[in-house]
T-cell receptor, first 113, second 114 residues
């Protein structure tokens, strides 16, 4: 069975600084997808970034980038130039062949002015 | 594009009543929709996979007679919590998968059973 682990329950960062959120996963599949979702207090799930396992190049979306280490089964999220609006819960998620999503336990990120 | 509407956003009802939650894909067709449950300060847990025109696939430990899922069209899936009790109080979120295999989430439904 696939599992997703987020070992940081809470993180904080000062505005304009950079922060990295950790995620590891376990699977025996070779073809899969990894995601980072943001859930602000409104509780809406917002896709931040997506990575296909077969792609070696790390995905990037503006201030958000990932460090995908397939052999180590690691998928960390780096947020550059942090903004107050980045304050939210961040969930790492796994999907095999675009099937159901398996979520980690989440990391609560607080951005301070 | 790719908007998913979930209704109602918040419902409070008495113990023993049944509650229906709707999940609609507004601008795309969704053969597959997913229903998740989230307890306070916890992660999302998949309850079931809803397939248009066929029976839903439930995750282990989820009572199919308790949580009825109907996916009668390519744009609508419903989750009915039957004979709801206080322990069913939670945040329920649906997602719909589009033709590009991407999942789009609704805004969720906060269910409170008194």
């Amino acid at each position: 069975a696939q599992t997703v682990t987020q070992s940081q329950p809470e993180m904080s960062v000062q505005e304009a600084e950079t922060v990295t959120l950790s995620c590891t996963y376990d699977t025996s599949e070779s073809n899969y997808y990894l995601f980072w979702y943001k859930q602000p207090p409104s509780r809406q799930m917002i896709l931040v970034i997506r990575q296909e396992a077969y792609k070696q190049q790390n995905a990037t979306e503006n201030r958000f980038s990932v460090n995908f280490q397939k052999a180590a089964k690691s998928f960390s999220l780096k947020i550059s130039d942090s903004q107050l609006g980045d304050t939210a819960m961040y969930f790492c998620a796994f999907s095999h062949n675009t099937d159901k999503l398996i979520f980690g336990t989440g990391t609560r990120l607080q951005v301070f002015p | 594009g790719a908007v998913v509407s979930q209704h109602p956003s918040w419902v409070i009802c008495k113990s023993g009543t049944s509650v229906k939650i709707e999940c609609r894909s507004l601008d795309f067709q969704a053969t597959t929709m997913f229903w998740y449950r989230q307890f306070p300060k916890q992660s999302l847990m998949l309850m079931a996979t809803s397939n248009e025109g066929s029976k839903a696939t439930y995750e282990q430990g989820v009572e199919k007679d308790k949580f009825l899922i109907n996916h009668a069209s390519l744009t609508l899936s419903t989750l009915t919590v039957t004979s709801a009790h206080p322990e069913d109080s939670s945040f329920y979120i649906c997602s719909a998968r589009d033709g590009a295999e991407r999942q789009h989430f609704g805004d969720g439904t906060r269910l409170s059973i008194l």
